[in-house]
T-cell receptor
């Protein structure tokens, strides 16, 4: 297994456009997390899935953001009507855990620039 | 209000032991504390995790006092390649499962 992969690695879009990012977790991992990281800050939790169920959403996740994980495999994060404030690195992580918090394996991230 | 706080930066020299402390005043009994390392343009990488007393692995130790309001990551004999940003993550499980990272400690190791 090559680890967590994210595509695209970079995305430049104009304000008001929709963008979609993909995350492919480590295959046997049942949990998948999305974070947003801006320069000089720690990652901010956005949402997480256990298998295909979305169990937690941060209040940071406005109604312009939506995430899915069909069949408990890969996940997509969509941002509608992008704003300049959405410019950030979007990180995906996966873990295997049946309770508590396990070791999260992070992907390389997708850097979004909104012009 | 759950918050995870750590120093912004630290300097050290090769071969020294480095201790980075994280404050998490509102932590509950079963909330885990995890430390990650991040290099530029990469995702964070797991270092160590615990929720009480002391945990040690091949790269670090994690010390958690009895009141659990803080924790200390200890890196023995750092090298230049340990120059990175170190994040403390607390899973405030008993406060709705909020995963809160600290703002990161930028460690600079000098020769």
């Amino acid at each position: 297994d090559t680890g967590v992969s994210q595509n695209p690695r970079h995305k430049i879009t104009k304000r008001g456009q929709n963008v979609t990012f993909r995350c492919d977790p480590i295959s046997e991992h049942n949990r998948l997390y999305w974070y947003r990281q801006t320069l000089g800050q720690g990652p901010e939790f956005l949402t997480y899935f256990q298998n295909e169920a979305q169990l937690e959403k941060s209040r940071l996740l406005s109604d312009r953001f939506s995430a899915e994980r069909p069949k408990g495999s890969f996940s997509t994060l969509e941002i509608q009507r992008t704003e300049q404030g959405d410019s950030a690195m979007y990180l995906c992580a996966s873990s295997f855990e049946d309770r508590g918090l396990g070791e999260q394996y992070f992907g390389p991230g997708t850097r979004l620039t909104v012009t | 209000l759950a918050k995870t706080t750590q120093p912004i930066s630290m300097d050290s020299y090769e071969g020294q032991e480095v201790n980075i402390t994280c404050s998490h005043n509102n932590i509950a009994t079963n909330d885990y504390i995890t430390w990650y390392q991040q290099f530029p343009s990469q995702g964070p990488r797991f270092i160590i995790q615990g929720y009480k007393t002391k945990v040690t692995n091949e790269v670090a130790s994690l010390f958690i006092p009895a009141d659990r309001k803080s924790s200390t990551l200890s890196l023995p004999r750092v090298s230049l390649s340990d120059t990175a940003v170190y994040y403390c993550l607390v899973d405030y499980y008993n406060q709705g499962g909020k995963l809160i990272f600290g703002q990161g400690t930028e460690l600079s190791v000098k020769p």
